[in-house]
């Protein structure tokens, strides 16, 4: 189910039980599209995210972290002087359409008291949000501007009057009977999910095949029932929170989607769910965007150093060729008064092998006899001594390998923060150029900072989500008797328990969320080693994050998203 007019009336019934006469304490804008308000409502702190991103737009409560820029913008900036310290008034729908209007009530400079309205339109690229004074309807700012260039219909620039989205001109099905929706539907045309689409508001298309389904044969009769049997829950606020898993796909509605038939989980509020689906997809989201050069860099890198493998391996294919020419070079000298120069070739007895078989050698007939003989031996010392070096050659090519799979198994579940780590390292390495010239007032080098989560046991256990953590986490952080982890054999993250003597439960769910950042995350049964601290070393000379281990025990565990965020969310509660 995408952000439809029901899942925005269903959303705005939740905030406005939940926030009505809030007080507005906080307010940050983590990145370019978002905000985060924090409101004391009900005897409570809550996070209110607003996203207008062009994919994952959307406006619930959150449990989430986000970080917050040193410098917040301009938008952030204007929201702080109008709204932080306001009383929320109202939270209300714009008919069945995706747009949200928060009100807003509070004191300018002089105490004067004056409202506010907080739009917020759900609506894919377009999606916006926009600071509008409430008596004049005078956009003061928004998070995106649009220019009479890029919209002939309207602007939305500070000083313009606010102009909804154009009408669609459809019928709103929270004011109809059977009669009106069977007025409306074409059963000569066809395509019913289509026409119902395109004739009611709010309706999504996996709304619209779910009435459809709902109708069996879909007829005159069967539809505008089966129509107002879903809306007589939407009508009555009577929602069930769920995600969908159907066909390797995720969904998420506020109503059951019967036609889906996949595996349902439900959830306690629309914001539980909404924060769920949405967990990671935004942020892996703008990680795609931030990090596209730094992704395709190190894919290239590692197709590079496959080929280059492959290479290699032939070379020492040849290689081992030396002593073949060792054994040409012995046979030629001990028939040289057979060679005459002109031969290209002579048939020789092998009397290496045991049956003694006749062989054929080649030669160059430019060369005397004795050239020939020594030619092969020149031969066999080039290729023996290049069997070390392509041996080492191929050790380091292999360790590189290793490396750069890690890294490109890093960014897969890599966060904002965790990229820079990324790309400063790969500077540092060697395989990118720093973009501009370090200042020569040396900054104190911050700590990388660990992701923090809370065994069923209540131990703490602290994880790297890249080299530069991982490092930090094993090498400096951890304590020689407290337990790390690793995924046995496949790259992934470091984790270490702050216990010397962690339970058993402990050590599955630590394992479980060392399972879940490695490259096993879609696997089953993963091997997963564990041993203190004391036992794990960082070769010299080694990469970033290689580290040897010893004593270790292994368990089998199954990557679980539920568990993992579970886990991270007694941290942050």
Not at 187 to 207: W, Y
Not at 289 to 309: S, T
Not at 417 to 443: A, C, N, T, V
């Amino acid at each position: 189910m995408s952000f439809d007019g029901i899942m925005t009336r269903a959303i705005t019934h939740e905030l406005s039980h939940t926030l009505q006469s809030g007080r507005i304490s906080k307010i940050y804008q983590p990145f370019k599209t978002e905000l985060v308000f924090t409101i004391r409502a009900n005897g409570a702190n809550h996070q209110l995210l607003m996203s207008a991103n062009a994919s994952f737009a959307r406006i619930h409560l959150t449990n989430e972290k986000y970080t917050n820029p040193e410098k917040p913008p301009m938008f952030c900036m204007l929201l702080r002087k109008h709204l932080e310290g306001g009383i929320i008034e109202s939270i209300e729908q714009i008919d069945m359409e995706r747009i949200i209007e928060i009100t807003i009530r509070n004191k300018d400079e002089l105490g004067d008291v004056q409202s506010k309205k907080l739009i917020i339109e759900i609506m894919g690229r377009h999606s916006n949000i926009m600071l509008v004074d409430a008596d004049s309807g005078v956009i003061l700012d928004s998070i995106k501007h649009v220019s009479l260039s890029q919209s002939s219909y309207r602007t939305v620039l500070p000083g313009q009057l606010y102009k909804r989205p154009p009408e669609q001109e459809k019928q709103n099905p929270l004011d109809l009977d059977e009669s009106a929706v069977l007025k409306e539907m074409d059963f000569n045309q066809g395509k019913l999910d289509r026409q119902l689409v395109d004739r009611f508001s709010g309706l999504s298309p996996l709304v619209a095949k779910e009435i459809i389904d709902r109708s069996g044969m879909s007829n005159r009769q069967t539809l505008p029932q089966a129509f107002l049997e879903v809306f007589s829950s939407v009508k009555d606020h009577e929602y069930t929170p769920q995600m969908i898993e159907a066909d390797g796909k995720e969904y998420f509605s506020v109503i059951d989607l019967h036609h889906l038939n996949g595996e349902q989980r439900s959830f306690p509020t629309i914001s539980n769910m909404l924060d769920r689906f949405f967990y990671g997809k935004a942020e892996r989201d703008r990680v795609k965007q931030q990090a596209f050069d730094l992704e395709k860099m190190l894919r290239n890198e590692y197709q590079k150093n496959k080929k280059k493998l492959v290479k290699l391996e032939r070379t020492l294919t040849d290689a081992d060729k030396a002593k073949e020419y060792q054994k040409y070079g012995e046979l030629l000298t001990a028939n040289l008064y057979s060679v005459k120069r002109g031969d290209k070739k002579i048939e020789v007895i092998d009397y290496y092998e045991e049956e003694q078989p006749t062989i054929e050698i080649k030669l160059d007939p430019l060369k005397s006899p004795s050239d020939n003989a020594q030619a092969y031996f020149k031969k066999y010392n080039k290729a023996k001594n290049s069997v070390q070096v392509v041996l080492e050659q191929m050790e380091q090519t292999r360790e590189d390998i290793d490396y750069l799979d890690q890294l490109i198994q890093q960014m897969e579940s890599a966060s904002p923060r965790d990229i820079e780590e990324i790309r400063e390292e790969l500077i540092e390495q060697g395989y990118l150029k720093r973009r501009q010239k370090p200042s020569k007032k040396k900054k104190k080098e911050e700590k990388p900072q660990l992701e923090v989560y809370t065994s069923s046991s209540d131990l703490t256990f602290y994880v790297g989500k890249n080299n530069k953590q991982n490092d930090y986490l094993t090498n400096k952080f951890a304590r020689q008797d407290e337990i790390w982890l690793h995924t046995k054999d496949i790259p992934g993250s470091h984790v270490v328990i702050r216990s010397t003597d962690p339970d058993e439960q402990t050590i599955i769910e630590a394992a479980t969320v060392a399972a879940f950042f490695s490259k096993a995350r879609q696997s089953s049964s993963v091997p997963v080693d564990y041993t203190k601290i004391r036992h794990v070393k960082k070769p010299n000379g080694s990469k970033p994050g290689f580290v040897t281990y010893d004593q270790q025990t292994t368990v089998f565990v199954t990557p679980d998203e539920d568990l993992v965020l579970s886990l991270r969310a007694k941290q942050t509660t």
